[in-house]
Nanobody
Framework: QVQLVESGGGLVQPGGSLRLSCAVS????????VGWYRQAPGKQRDMGAE???????SYADSVKGRFTFSRDNTKNTVYLQMNRLKPEDTAVYYC??????WGQGTQVSVSS
């Protein structure tokens, strides 16, 4: 069993920044299976960023160059640093382990 708890969402103006955190606990076999996903109103959930093999992080085209996915192994926490936020980034952001275990999500709203 794996537990994930997200935090750090909120309301921000366009061009602003937020950093999301996801505390991960339980039986984790590999950090390569951890990723950030998001679901905008009326849309399907899609990928924001994932750790992939070889230590490479994969990003959705829409967030490349603006979002950075990182982890702190000492705290069992992963982060999503989001810069130059746009209104279209408004969504509920979820942390997932293996697309099987999910956190409760944290709301990010980008609006002036």
């Amino acid at each position: 069993q794996v537990q994930l708890v997200e935090s750090g969402g909120g309301l921000v103006q366009p061009g602003g920044s937020l950093r999301l955190s996801c505390a991960v606990s339980g039986s984790i076999s590999s950090w390569l299976r951890v990723g950030w996903y998001r679901q905008a109103p009326g849309k399907q959930r899609d990928m924001g960023a994932e750790f992939t093999s070889g230590g490479i992080t994969s990003y959705a085209d829409s967030v490349k160059g603006r979002f950075t996915f990182s982890r702190d192994n000492t705290k069992n926490t992963v982060y999503l640093q989001m810069n130059r936020l746009k209104p279209e980034d408004t969504a509920v952001y979820y942390c997932s382990y293996g697309l099987i275990f999910w956190g409760q999500g944290t709301q990010v709203s980008v609006s002036s």
